[in-house]
T-cell receptor, first 111, second 115 residues
Framework: DQQVKQNSPSLSVQEGRISILNCDYT??????FLWYKKYPAEGPTFLIS?????DKNEDGRFTVFLNKSAKHLSLHIVPSQPGDSAVYFC??????????FGSGTKLNVKP | NAGVTQTPKFQVLKTGQSMTLQCAQD?????MSWYRQDPGMGLRLIHY???????DQGEVPNGYNVSRSTTEDFPLRLLSAAPSQTSVYFC??????????????FGPGTRLTVL
């Protein structure tokens, strides 16, 4: 059973608007969460992360929010740009070595 | 730096054949890992290594072997390929994962088809 879930396979957003990608997890031991971005025919690239001791982390246009009580995290992209069109994976870990990934959300930012 | 390199990019095998997927990194990273990506399943960890001579199992290790004789290389071996091993395989590395979390750098992937 997947411990990290991304229930929206796809999301379409207009350029300049906010993109919100969601991720849920079941293992309360997870203490570190990451988002990766993946373009076709390439490997994933790291985007942003958050430790469980925080509830928000920002990096430019990207902000990750963590709600531990709901076991939910989200990635906000503001403003969205066409170059942000990619598949986004959330991932989580609790022991430094094993990382559990969601199934991904394909974001399409329309010009 | 070349980063993380994987060979081959594409491979077609017949059931029962064996092969090795190569992965190398030139960043002197301690931690290396192998994932497979299947539709609707995301990336699943197969095996990982925290340093030369040390390997351990991930979520889906069955049917795969690994070894880590050098810091740079982390090959993944399929001893007897099965159609269920048709997937895209990614190798990743990071500086270390001992006492802190660090960004993983992924290779471009190997697309494997087992007939």
């Amino acid at each position: 059973d997947q411990q990290v879930k991304q229930n929206s396979p796809s999301l379409s957003v207009q350029e300049g608007r906010i993109s919100i990608l969601n991720c849920d997890y079941t293992n309360s031991m997870f203490d570190y969460f990451l988002w990766y971005k993946k373009y076709p025919a390439e490997g994933p690239t790291f985007l942003i992360s958050i430790s469980s001791i925080k509830d928000k982390n920002e990096d430019g246009r990207f902000t990750v929010f963590l709600n531990k009580s709901a076991k939910h995290l989200s990635l906000h992209i503001v403003p969205s740009q066409p170059g942000d069109s990619a598949v986004y994976f959330c991932a989580a870990s609790y022991n430094f070595n094993k990382f559990y990934f969601g199934s991904g959300t394909k974001l399409n930012v329309k010009p | 730096n070349a980063g993380v390199t994987q060979t081959p990019k594409f491979q077609v095998l017949k059931t029962g054949q064996s092969m090795t997927l190569q992965c190398a990194q030139d960043m002197n990273h301690e931690y290396m890992s192998w994932y497979r990506q299947d539709p609707g399943m995301g990336l699943r960890l197969i095996h990982y290594s925290v340093g030369a001579g040390i390997t351990d199992q991930g979520e889906v290790p069955n049917g795969y072997n690994v070894s880590r004789s050098t810091t740079e290389d982390f090959p993944l071996r399929l001893l007897s390929a099965a159609p269920s091993q048709t997937s895209v395989y990614f190798c990743a590395s990071s500086l270390t994962q001992r006492v802190s979390y660090n960004e993983q750098f992924f290779g471009p992937g190997t697309r494997l088809t087992v007939l």
